[in-house]
């Protein structure tokens, strides 16, 4: 497999290409680290979302909306489809970097977390990447400093100069695209949590809900959280049986029900407080390869046109 940190680095390269029909900006910090603006002091835009969560799963999905009613309105929904999912959504899509300097705040996910590859996930699926160059997606209402870049040289061992950014706001259009696009990245998590070997995960496609952007950031998490929780559907094809396919789903916590501006207030939005099954997909059917069929949960449209108002 070619490295991921260089398939995604083409991909950034087009959207610098780009930029101005995708509606974002590209500029270089005084340390010579580039930063993408795909949604903070921007909007943000849908066709940007998109491309920006094909370059978070290092352009090993591929990712597309399409128009679905929901609670009797039509809805914009999110895709994606991998082949590829240890590689694409674990060991890349997900956001599991946090990034904190003295006056700065975000979530890192995409391949330049393979550089560094020290989170067990990339010690179950035997896998980390080598390459010259680091692109690293930042969730956060600011954009990045040189201090943050640095950081991220640092810690993935490549020069300041090789450091790529892409960064958006929760509450964008882009916010709501790339959560949207998580679907499928949360089933597969979830099976590795409980034990599932990832890499039994033959293919992945998801499809949920466009969250309408929100006018503040916790807001917004919330609702992209319920477009997940509430109106994601996931289809996975696997290898090998399992007996705790029931749990992949976001019902199975006790708190599920409520929309997540309701949940977040019930614990003061201490986020870690909150059983971690509960960010997960409504509903997944699993293919066992050459067995059986299982469908799990159900989507809950009642909570979402509370949440987005419809």
């Not at 300097?101 to 035997?126: D, Y």
């Amino acid at each position: 497999m070619e490295s991921l940190n260089r398939m995604a680095t083409e991909l950034v390269d087009e959207a610098i290409d780009f930029a101005e029909e995708l509606t974002i900006d590209a500029h270089t910090l005084p340390n010579e680290a580039t930063v993408l603006d795909f949604g903070v002091d921007l909007p943000g835009a849908l066709e940007a979302g998109l491309l920006l969560a094909e370059i978070q799963t290092a352009g090993l999905a591929t990712v597309g909306s399409t128009v679905d009613e929901l609670a009797g309105a039509p809805l914009t929904h999110v895709e994606v489809t991998t082949d590829h999912p240890a590689l694409a959504l674990l060991c890349s899509g997900k956001a599991g970097w946090e990034l904190e300097t003295e006056n700065f705040q975000g979530l890192g996910s995409g391949p330049a977390r393979a550089l560094v590859a020290e989170e067990e996930i990339f010690r179950n699926i035997g896998f980390e990447d080598e390459f010259d160059f680091a692109v690293l997606a930042v969730e956060s209402d600011q954009l990045p400093t040189a201090e943050v870049a640095s950081t991220v040289a640092e810690r993935t061992n490549v020069p300041e100069s090789s450091i790529f950014l892409p960064t958006f706001s929760t509450a964008s259009i882009t916010g709501s695209a790339v959560a949207g696009s998580r679907a499928a990245e949360l089933a597969v998590f979830r099976l590795a949590e409980l034990g599932y070997d990832p890499l039994d995960v033959l293919s992945v496609s998801a499809s949920a809900p466009l969250a309408p952007v929100a006018e503040s950031e916790p807001t917004a998490m919330a609702r992209t959280n319920d477009a997940v929780a509430y109106g994601g559907q996931v289809h996975l094809v696997v290898e090998e049986p399992f007996d705790k396919f029931s749990q992949i789903v976001s019902t199975a916590p006790t708190e599920y029900g409520d929309p997540f501006v309701d949940i977040f207030e019930s614990v003061d939005w201490a986020y870690g407080d909150l059983p971690v099954e509960l960010f997960a997909p409504a509903q997944v059917t699993v293919d066992v390869r050459g067995g059986d069929t299982h469908v799990y949960g159900e989507t809950d449209e009642s909570v979402l046109a509370e949440s987005f108002g419809l």
